[in-house]
């Protein structure tokens, strides 16, 4: 389907639409950094008490985390991030707004997010943080679902995110049955040439379609990966086995919405005593 100007957008948010549906995913830069350094704060804060050190620069000691840390301690420090994170009263507040108008124009305006963001970390050479290739609609995630990937420090080469494009995409499903029964290694080699490497910014946001096959390699560069996901939808489209209430939460119903959900049709007769 041929994607055409409507006089009901604006042309940004066509052209904003057009670039998700041809690559798949689109950048943008987030809405407030103020909201970003509060959250790059955060992490690094609750790190550093954790690892009983101290840090001049949030961004040097995020990306150089790995001469802190092994991984045999890594996950743990995962684990308490989550958690820290997660029960800090405006954190997915400020994660939603920094993407906010391009979930707006590409999802809608009355939203579920998930409950609880999600943090990567993978230091350099560490194959245990590894995200084989995968698509999150194979494992009952609705197709109606994006993934908004933030990235808190510079994410580049290996040190970043595949994902493949739609056009690629649509050819592989045409072949999948050939790959039943083998492993997710052989599927990434049959790929691998085609998947676009996400460059992306501290101070951009990823919004990507969890639908198409993604994942990440080794890290080989020289500096540890941080980034965090978080999937939306819109609340009224169809829910796979994640639900609304065990997964997601509504967090942008409007007025009119409310109130056809709690409206109930007066009674039409009474029942006689």
Same mark, same amino acid.
């Given at each position: 389907?041929?994607?055409?100007?409507?006089?009901?957008?604006?042309?940004?948010?066509? !052209?904003?639409?057009?670039?998700?549906?041809? $690559?798949?995913?689109?950048?943008?830069?987030?809405?407030?950094?103020?909201?970003?350094?509060?959250?790059?704060?955060?992490?690094?804060?609750?790190?550093?008490? &954790?690892?009983?050190? *101290?840090?001049?620069?949030?961004?040097?000691?995020?990306?150089? !985390?790995?001469?802190?840390?092994?991984?045999?301690?890594?996950?743990?420090?995962?684990?308490?991030?989550? @958690?820290?994170?997660?029960?800090?009263?405006?954190? @997915?507040?400020?994660?939603?707004?920094?993407?906010?108008?391009? +979930?707006?124009?590409?999802?809608?305006?009355?939203?579920?997010?998930?409950?609880?963001?999600?943090?990567? !970390? $993978? +230091?350099?050479?560490?194959?245990? *943080?590894?995200?084989?290739?995968?698509?999150?609609?194979?494992?009952?995630? /609705?197709?109606?679902?994006?993934?908004?990937?933030?990235?808190?420090?510079?994410?580049?080469?290996?040190?970043?995110?595949?994902?493949?494009?739609?056009?690629?995409?649509?050819? +592989?499903?045409?072949?999948?049955? =050939? &790959?039943?029964?083998?492993?997710?290694?052989?599927?990434?080699?049959?790929?691998?040439?085609?998947?676009?490497?996400?460059?992306?910014?501290?101070?951009?946001?990823?919004?990507?379609? $969890?639908?198409?096959?993604?994942?990440?390699? !080794?890290?080989?560069? $020289? =500096?540890? @990966?941080?980034?965090?996901?978080? @999937?939306?939808?819109?609340?009224?489209?169809?829910?796979?086995?994640?639900?609304?209430?065990?997964?997601?939460?509504?967090?942008? +119903?409007?007025?009119?919405?409310?109130?056809?959900?709690? &409206?109930?049709?007066?009674?039409?007769? /009474?029942?006689?005593?």
């Amino acid at each position: 389907m041929v994607m055409q100007p409507s006089s009901f957008v604006s042309e940004e948010e066509f !052209i904003l639409a057009q670039k998700f549906k041809d $690559q798949g995913y689109v950048i943008c830069s987030v809405t407030d950094f103020k909201l970003l350094e509060q959250i790059q704060t955060l992490m690094a804060e609750v790190a550093a008490n &954790y690892l009983g050190y *101290s840090f001049d620069d949030k961004e040097t000691f995020l990306n150089l !985390i790995h001469k802190q840390i092994g991984l045999d301690k890594l996950n743990e420090l995962r684990i308490h991030l989550i @958690r820290q994170m997660n029960s800090v009263p405006w954190f @997915r507040s400020n994660y939603f707004q920094l993407a906010r108008p391009a +979930l707006e124009a590409l999802v809608g305006n009355e939203l579920a997010m998930q409950l609880r963001v999600n943090l990567s !970390i $993978q +230091l350099p050479k560490d194959d245990s *943080s590894l995200l084989p290739v995968h698509a999150d609609v194979w494992s009952g995630d /609705s197709p109606y679902e994006v993934v908004v990937w933030l990235p808190l420090v510079d994410c580049y080469r290996t040190k970043t995110m595949y994902i493949l494009p739609p056009t690629v995409d649509r050819r +592989l499903r045409e072949e999948f049955i =050939e &790959y039943a029964g083998r492993s997710s290694e052989e599927l990434f080699r049959r790929i691998e040439k085609e998947v676009n490497w996400i460059q992306i910014k501290a101070g951009e946001v990823l919004i990507f379609n $969890q639908n198409l096959p993604h994942g990440n390699r !080794i890290n080989k560069e $020289q =500096e540890t @990966r941080w980034s965090m996901n978080c @999937r939306f939808k819109s609340v009224f489209t169809p829910y796979g086995d994640k639900k609304i209430g065990e997964f997601f939460e509504p967090i942008t +119903l409007k007025a009119a919405s409310r109130q056809g959900m709690s &409206y109930r049709f007066p009674k039409l007769s /009474s029942k006689s005593s």
